[in-house]
């Protein structure tokens, strides 16, 4: 999800993943899982603060 710039710090999206994340729980999801680009280190940090941490390395190609 990307919120838009406006909206951003006003916890819209912590709120979100809360949401998201406790519905998972109530429903018997044991991980939660998400993607980002590289370069989204503001998206990154915010990951991290909601307690996620880098797992994996993803690769693609063009067709």
């Known amino acids: ?3 838009a710039p406006s909206t951003r710090g006003k916890g819209l999206g912590s709120a979100m993943f809360t949401w998201a994340r406790d519905y998972g729980r ?3 999801a044991v991980l939660a899982q998400l993607t980002t680009d590289k370069q989204r280190t503001d998206a990154q940090r915010f990951y991290e603060q ?3 941490t880098a797992s994996h ?3 693609k190609r063009a067709l």
């Open 1 to 3: 999800m990307r919120l």
């Open 26 to 28: 109530r429903n018997g």
């Open 50 to 52: 909601l307690g996620y």
């Open 57 to 59: 390395v993803g690769y």
